[in-house]
């Protein structure tokens, strides 16, 4: 198959960029996304240009290094995929393809689709963890942990860190993506301790960083490749409110 | 002359006595580092993994001065992150006659005993202290309804000490090492540069003494010293092209190191997963696991004529051969990894394998189905059953699945001491980038234990033994610029060549040509061919090689090319070293030696080593260093899976 695609070409953070229209040809129904860009790139290459630069690694859906804009849908237009997982099947070739980079303020271009999402990474650097140095642990049975509760926790700590929350979000907020690891470290009996100071540094680190605010759309929740929940949110609100209460 | 032979390893810092004590022995006697010295000690550590991650961030806890690189845009993306099934440890809560002696025996005898007994059995020991520490960091392993920690069995143990959290064990304890990481980058302790690729090593009066790396982003070459150099830069699987690797993953740090010194041993012993799922076809860029859990349900089945063109359901169970449970009548779907692989592989050489290209099984749960209803195999394998259908486009539910065995892990790696010492003073090697634990066969579930043991408890109790002799005062500037030197020579010459062949094609032609001759089965006659076509190759390679754009400046694939050019001299060594060992054993399969059932025939008389090999320039014979494995605690014997 041939497929149309208009790509976001941008040769620096600091220049312009444009769409620029490519044709692929020879494209199988079997092929991931990545693997049409691929096919690309690999033309590109021989012809002498400079191939579309995008961030991928495990293409498994796991790692959380790939994701674009795709018809202006993060990550495309499968639910609960991530890009590397979408394959050229769900593609009608008799419509061209807009392939765009994640569009925050906090995320700034880097190359073509390829982003700069370190903010998320000072989020979780702000207090996304519990304090436990090495060797300081009692014995894994010592605090029995409710199946609901490690169950609840597991949902939100499967978050990739893709950051299609962010460029989805019509404000430009990383709520999800903070709430996911307040929700995943606060209902577990070990982060209780730091549970409200966390929430509270966290949310503060992210406001900082230029993320915008949370309005409620949920527009994150449904392009998230991991089906984070919108609940996750208001437990972050709960967490932060009684952060103000006890005064953190 | 393919190789010559050097001095025997002399001393591999393990200490006496029983070997029940020796890491209690060791840990006291190796000297420590005051509080107050340590910030003056700088650990420069390479990789964000598993053993990487948990050894930056205990490091910087105890104070070191670290300065952490990886190649990803976060710390967090290290390809530890996609194992699935979960992680070993003797805690024995199953109360199923488990032991620390117990893991250690398995783990010895499933590496097809060519592994360090020594060392073996402090990773049994460490296995439960990491438990311990991951729950404590929130990870959230699967619970019973009482609230106490759920386990399952896995290949090659009888007893259930694998802990996990569904399908992403590897993801959460990764997400683990990388909050306790983000605490020290907060803490100011570490210094985090994602986007950094190490380009080489820098060695000065015979330490290591730093890292030149190439920041992806901008293309600067810059040095990094530091008192000592821990390398976690993972495994070497994708020298095969396709493999369950992530793409990134590259050997380009270890070989580097390699030529500055550091030996390499066992290259040969790769592991090959059974259960993945099938090429496509030629634009194919990796291959995607199913995990091994999926054995415990599923049948392994082929028809029994070749050619036999039907879908599978209109074959009918008299026209059906499931070869495992008729060649492995006691274990049956069940066999080790390397033993299914090869299965997989003897039916699909004679004509039997379905799907396109023939280069695929089944992998039928219709009678799991049928005995167990859709809901209970929902439950338990759900979540791969979705991955399956989104890659495949086919119902497991409805259709068997087609499953053909991959390239997932590499036991070999730079060789190390009882103190994860490679032949470098100060470069210190943890998790799958070492050799050590795992022989020439890991077994599942071994490969996070491993990567955590290193880097939250070995490495952090022996390196102040190192360190306490620093800090080792500056580094000679000529030393450093030739270090650069090099690395910007090298891009230079990559760019220059301007040819008309992408990486990406040479990678393709070289991971044909190991699959093909050293791959799950290897003979001499293959070997050598191999040994003939990949020098011819990566000849072509530096006459042929096009990137395009800059060394100055974001550019994949530059990056590429430079991690195609180290698995040409790897790929090399590999055969090399898979051509000396004239057994079989584990992952390394010799045609030339087996048994009349086509089972492994190990030759411990003659290859009860490990092989570390010394570089001596590209094309040049290495040199073969010999450290003998002693058995003292379990005694070799044939593994019997019938």
């Known amino acids: 198959m041939r497929y149309t695609l208009r790509?976001?070409?941008?040769s620096g953070p600091s220049s312009r960029g444009q769409l620029v229209e490519y044709t692929v040809d020879d494209i199988s129904a079997d092929m991931s996304f990545l693997e049409m860009l691929d096919v690309l790139n690999e033309r590109l290459l021989l012809e002498g240009e400079s191939p579309v630069a995008f961030d991928h690694d495990c293409r498994e859906g796991i790692c959380g290094a790939c994701g674009v804009m795709i018809d202006g849908v993060a990550h495309g237009p499968e639910r609960a995929t991530t890009t590397c997982q979408l394959h050229m099947r769900h593609f009608?070739?008799?419509?061209?393809?807009?392939?765009?980079?994640?569009r925050a303020a906090p995320f700034p271009v880097v190359r073509d689709l390829v982003v700069d999402r370190s903010a998320l990474d000072r989020v979780i650097e702000a207090g996304g963890y519990i304090s436990a140095p090495t060797g300081a642990a009692p014995d894994a049975h010592a605090v029995p942990v409710p199946k609901p509760v490690a169950d609840t926790a597991f949902e939100a700590a499967a978050c990739i860190g893709c950051g299609a929350c962010v460029a989805a979000c019509p404000n430009g907020s990383s709520m999800l993506f903070t709430a996911a690891k307040v929700t995943h470290l606060g209902v577990l009996p070990q982060g209780q301790p730091e549970r409200h100071a966390r929430a509270a540094d966290m949310l503060r680190a992210q406001d900082d960083l230029g993320f915008g605010g949370c309005t409620l759309t949920g527009e994150c929740t449904a392009v998230c490749p991991k089906g984070i929940p919108l609940e996750t949110i208001s437990r972050l609100n709960h967490d932060v409110l009684a952060a103000a209460m006890m005064g953190q | 002359m393919l190789f010559t032979e050097g001095d025997p390893i002399a001393d591999t810092r393990t200490p006496d006595g029983p070997i029940e004590s020796r890491w209690e022995q060791r840990r006291f006697t190796a000297r420590l580092v005051n509080p107050a010295?340590?910030?003056?000690?700088?650990?420069?550590?390479?990789?964000?993994g598993l053993a990487g991650g948990s050894a930056a961030a205990t490091l910087g806890e105890l104070g070191y001065n670290v300065l952490s690189f990886c190649y990803q845009d976060s710390p967090r993306r290290a390809h530890s992150i996609a194992a699935q099934g979960g992680i070993n440890a003797a805690k024995n809560y199953a109360g199923d006659g488990d032991s620390v002696h117990r893991l250690f025996h398995d783990t010895i005898k499933g590496g097809d005993f060519r592994a360090r007994e020594s060392n073996v059995h402090r990773l049994a020991e460490v296995s439960t202290q990491i438990i311990d520490q991951c729950v404590a960091q929130g990870v959230p392993f699967a619970r019973e309804y009482g609230g106490l920690l759920d386990t399952r069995s896995f290949g090659g143990a009888q007893v259930s000490r694998t802990f996990y959290a569904r399908g992403q064990t590897g993801q959460q304890l990764l997400l683990g090492a990388y909050q306790a990481l983000a605490r020290q980058i907060h803490a100011g302790s570490v210094r985090s540069y994602p986007r950094t690729e190490m380009l080489d090593l820098v060695v000065s009066d015979g330490r290591a003494r730093g890292v030149v790396v190439r920041d992806l982003v901008t293309g600067e070459i810059t040095t990094h010293l530091a008192d000592a150099v821990v390398l976690a830069t993972g495994g070497y699987g994708n020298v095969f092209h396709l493999s369950t690797n992530a793409k990134g993953c590259n050997t380009t740090a270890i070989w580097?190191?390699?030529?500055?010194g550091a030996l390499f041993a066992n290259p040969c012993y790769t592991q090959i997963h059974p259960t993945c799922i099938p090429v496509s076809g030629t634009h194919q860029s990796k291959l995607t696991l199913m995990s091994e859990s999926l054995r415990n349900d599923g049948r392994v089945w082929v028809p029994v004529q070749a050619g036999d063109e039907r879908v599978p359901g209109d074959i009918p169970e008299d026209e059906r051969d499931y070869y495992l449970e008729r060649l492995y009548p006691s274990f049956g779907n069940l066999v080790p990894r390397d033993i299914a692989s090869r299965a997989a592989?003897?039916?699909?050489?004679?004509?039997?394998?379905?799907?396109?290209?023939?280069?695929?099984?089944?992998?039928?749960?219709?009678?799991?189905?049928?005995?167990?209803?859709?809901?209970?195999v929902a439950a338990r394998y759900g979540n791969l059953f979705d991955m399956?259908?989104?890659?495949?486009?086919?119902?497991?539910?409805?259709?068997?699945?087609?499953?053909?065995?991959?390239?997932?892990?590499?036991?070999g790696g730079l060789w190390v001491d009882y103190d994860l010492r490679s032949t470098i003073p100060g470069l210190f090697v943890i998790g799958e980038a070492n050799f050590s634990d795992h022989g020439a066969n890991r077994l599942g579930a071994s490969a996070l234990m491993q990567g955590l043991a290193d880097g939250y408890f070995v490495l952090p109790a022996v390196i102040g033994d190192y360190l306490a002799d620093g800090p080792f005062g500056p580094v000679d500037a000529d030393e450093v610029a030739e270090a650069e030197d090099d690395v910007r020579a090298g891009i230079a010459a990559l760019l220059a060549v301007d040819g008309d062949r992408t990486a990406e094609s040479f990678h393709r032609e070289l991971g044909r040509v190991m699959w093909d001759l050293c791959g799950m089965e290897r003979s001499e006659e293959g070997l050598r061919k191999a040994l003939e076509l990949i020098p011819a190759l990566r000849e072509e390679f530096w006459r042929r090689i096009k990137v395009t754009g800059a060394g100055s400046e974001f550019n994949q694939a530059l990056e590429k090319a430079g991690r195609v050019a180290d698995f040409f001299e790897l790929a090399e060594l590999m055969c090399l070293d898979a051509l000396h060992r004239e057994e079989s054993c584990g992952g390394h399969f010799r045609v030339e030696s087996q048994t009349s059932d086509g089972d492994a025939r190990r030759d411990d008389d003659r290859f009860s080593y490990v092989a570390?090999?010394?570089?001596?320039?590209?094309?040049?014979?290495?040199?073969?260093?010999?450290?003998?494995?002693?058995?003292?605690?379990?005694?070799?014997?044939v593994r019997s899976y019938k």
Not at chain 2, 37 to 48: C, E, F, K, P, S
Not at chain 2, 360 to 373: M, Q, T
């Open chain 1, 92 to 102: 009608d070739p008799a419509k061209p393809i807009v392939v765009e980079p994640w």
């Open chain 2, 345 to 376: 592989k003897a039916v699909c050489d004679s004509g039997r394998g379905v799907g396109p290209g023939g280069l695929g099984v089944y992998l039928d749960f219709a009678d799991a189905i049928g005995r167990l209803g859709r809901d209970v």
């Open chain 2, 37 to 48: 010295n340590r910030r003056r000690l700088t650990v420069a550590v390479v990789g964000t």
């Open chain 2, 256 to 260: 580097r190191a390699h030529r500055r």
């Open chain 2, 612 to 637: 570390a090999w010394e570089f001596a320039g590209v094309g040049s014979p290495p040199v073969l260093h010999h450290e003998e494995l002693v058995f003292d605690s379990v005694r070799p014997s």
């Open chain 1, 7 to 10: 790509v976001w070409r941008q």
């Open chain 2, 388 to 411: 399956y259908q989104r890659i495949t486009d086919e119902n497991p539910y409805e259709v068997p699945m087609r499953i053909y065995p991959a390239v997932h892990y590499t036991m």
